[in-house]
């Protein structure tokens, strides 16, 4: 017998000394009386109070009995049998691995697995002759109680009784390598034995690809489930976006994905709450499936818009993951800035041709605020400021300096458009590339000498990719008039590989890449149109324009810094702000509501190279954080539940002990086994109350004077 509150039970002993101090208080007195004979008294008062003390002492028994039944029924009575590890004798080194990831706050509609997983844990925790133990607590960054094994197992338990669940995953080889050092030999002369106790749920998105060999090699293993025996039904949104739909982002599209882990299909309604507007998706959701919700939207100013989506009248195991936050980012229309020597000539340009593709409405007067075109002996680091987009087209030699700068704008995560116009944007673009530490799929070339690109087409439509892909069945229709001319070839010896390589997005049929997009690691992006607009006919088909919407839509979310964080994990986001970190504040809106406030427990901003930095290492709540600045969100962000929570199946013993733990000595107990506590134990102890009560009503009346 165990329980889950030890210190509930021990008040309950001392509160049943309660009745024997009462019952020897308010034992009756004496009391002197002047008789004629003692004889009749005495024997009256002999057989009186033979009966008096057997009721007193069956009274007393019992509200002493009801008093530790009460205290045992609070304290959380649990029927155990003791495993083999417990029984073992001698020298021992144990490490307890708790998993407090989200998942173990699922519940089978009586207990979550964390009240279970603390109870056992509690239970290994004892105090034995030769015994030292230590408690890892396992989420997204497992950490030991103490460095080294110890003896205070007082300690320990108290940690085990404060452990709460937290919205992450837990990574278990992190928990695993820990565990291993924790029980790692001291010497030669160190023959203590060493034992593993891992008490989880063993959900199998965490637990699928364990590696349990980084453990010693003499290491005994006792895995402890604290899973139902069917994983219980859970609904769950695993993932929500905003994207805005268009260079111009005059519309949002709103992405959710449901997430049924039941059995069964379910309609379910998803309420949206982004900024002031309400949104409804409705759908039906296959078993065991992911369903995504779709849903475009019209948008509202600009600026940052946060909210949250929420699954309406869903009762399930898991309620923290019905709802998640989101965010997005709509910068209203796209400010560019084009380096190019055209501009002053007469007749059609390539440059010309790219402004007004880019800004469609570039001969009025609100686009000429959006444009700006500069030529590459007027570079400065001024130049770019304010620009969604930079392109380049027709630029001539760039010198090192200044393809520094465009470099310095795709590290700083900005997209540059590099459209080939000339031989020498071969060089160009090699150094640029290098500059900016991005890969390029191919190293493009001048044409050969003798040689002329000209009334080229595409070809590979068959699977088109962005930006492509979005012409849908009218993409045909819209390449077959469509032809090429200039731009580069590629080395002699480059294979394209445009099949397979995502960053190459179409080509022609000469076999060089006619669009090639490729990112950077510091989420910039270099996108090369390998063309001459001017001597090419895109332009007088009508394709270049939505092509180019196309295009610089992806280009401007590839620059994008937002999205979603997890819980648990690591945030480090850059903002571009002149403002300095301490000017700054961080305000939240968390646990699933709208209004925000400010917060001081959300990492910290610090400044670093002429922009801010927001650091959290490991973030605690799901919500959405906002960086101000006098109430201006400079940037925003939704951290939200790791979606691999939601799904709650579990291993099974057999692929644990068989397949994962392979070599070693594992013992398995399943929620339903032997070492499984009784949770309606209680139930029986409060039953046992009411007996007593009714006992001592009975008592009285069998011997009532």
């Not at 699977?463 to 993409?475: E, T």
Request: with cysteine; glycine share 6%; charged share 20%.
């Amino acid at each position: 017998m165990t329980f889950s509150a030890p210190w509930i039970f021990g008040l309950g002993i001392a509160a049943a000394t309660a009745p024997v101090l009462i019952h020897w208080l308010t034992r009756p007195r004496p009391v002197k009386m002047p008789l004629s004979t003692l004889r009749f008294v005495r024997e009256a008062i002999q057989q009186r109070s033979a009966v008096d003390r057997l009721r007193d002492w069956i009274i007393l028994a019992l509200r002493c009995l009801a008093i530790l039944l009460l205290a045992a029924a609070f304290a959380g009575p649990q029927w155990t049998s003791p495993t083999n590890l417990t029984q073992d004798e001698g020298d021992a080194i144990r490490i307890v691995v708790l998993d407090v990831s989200q998942s173990m706050a699922a519940s089978d509609g009586t207990t979550p697995g964390i009240q279970r997983a603390r109870s056992f844990a509690s239970r290994y925790l004892q105090y034995r002759p030769g015994l030292k133990t230590n408690l890892i607590v396992a989420g997204a960054r497992p950490a030991a109680v103490f460095d080294n094994v110890s003896t205070n197992f007082e300690s320990l338990r108290e940690e085990v009784a404060r452990a709460e669940v937290l919205p992450e995953r837990m990574d278990v080889d992190a928990a695993l390598e820990l565990a291993a050092r924790q029980l790692a030999s001291t010497g030669e002369n160190d023959t203590r034995r060493r034992e593993l106790i891992v008490i989880s749920d063993f959900q199998r998105s965490g637990w699928g690809a364990a590696k349990f060999d980084v453990l010693p090699a003499n290491t005994e293993i006792q895995l402890e489930s604290t899973a139902p025996e069917t994983a219980p039904d859970n609904m769950a949104i695993v993932s929500a976006t905003c994207q805005p739909v268009g260079a111009q982002q005059d519309r949002m599209q709103l992405e959710v994905r449901v997430g049924n882990f039941s059995g069964n299909s379910r309609n379910v309604t998803v309420e949206a709450n982004i900024g002031e507007s309400v949104h409804r998706l409705e759908a039906s959701c296959a078993p065991r499936q992911v369903t995504l919700l779709t849903q475009e939207i019209p948008t509202s100013g600009q600026g940052w818009q946060s909210g949250q989506v929420r699954l309406l009248e869903t009762s399930d195991a898991v309620a923290a993951d019905n709802w998640r936050p989101i965010v997005a980012q709509l910068r209203g229309r796209p400010q560019y800035v084009m380096v190019s020597s055209q501009g002053n000539r007469p007749g059609i340009e390539s440059s010309r041709i790219l402004a007004c593709a880019l800004v469609p409405e570039l001969t009025t007067d609100s686009a000429s605020d959006r444009f700006r075109m500069v030529r590459p002996e007027l570079l400065d680091n001024q130049s770019f400021a304010g620009a969604d987009l930079i392109a380049v087209n027709a630029a001539g030699r760039l010198s090192p300096e200044h393809l520094g700068m465009l470099a310095q704008q795709i590290r700083r995560g900005k997209s540059v458009l590099y459209v080939t116009s000339e031989s020498i944007d071969a060089a160009n673009l090699d150094q640029l590339a290098e500059m900016a530490a991005v890969e390029l799929p191919i190293r493009f070339a001048p044409p050969r000498v003798g040689t002329s690109r000209s009334d080229l087409h595409l070809v590979s439509l068959e699977n088109p990719k962005p930006p492509l892909a979005s012409f849908g069945d009218s993409l045909t229709a819209l390449a077959e008039p469509l032809r090429f001319s200039g731009g580069l070839s590629i080395e002699a010896g480059t294979a394209t590989a445009a099949t397979s390589d995502d960053r190459i997005r179409a080509t022609l049929n000469d076999g060089t890449p006619a669009i090639v997009v490729a990112r950077s690691s510091s989420g910039g992006t270099l996108a090369v149109l390998n063309a001459d607009l001017a001597a090419s006919n895109m332009w007088k088909t009508g394709a270049l324009v939505p092509l180019m919407d196309e295009l610089v839509q992806e280009l401007l979310e590839s620059d994008d810094n937002s999205g979603t964080f997890l819980c648990g994990e690591p945030i480090v986001a850059r903002i571009e702000t002149s403002a300095a970190a301490d000017s700054l504040a961080i305000a939240t809106s968390d646990s699933g509501e709208n209004s925000a406030h400010w917060t001081d427990t959300a990492g910290k901003l610090v400044d670093e190279g002429g922009a801010v930095v927001w650091q959290w290492s490991s973030p605690d709540r799901p919500g959405v954080y906002r960086i101000e600045e006098d109430r201006n969100t400079l940037f925003a962000a939704a951290v939200a539940l790791p979606p691999e929570e939601s799904d709650l199946e579990t291993l099974s013993a057999e692929v644990v002990k068989d397949r994962l733990a392979a070599g070693y000595t594992v013992r398995f107990q399943a929620t339903g086994g032997i070492a499984n506590p009784d949770q309606n134990l209680w139930q029986w102890f409060v039953v046992g109350v009411v007996l007593c009560m009714f006992g001592e009503l009975a008592a009285l009346m069998a011997y009532r004077t």
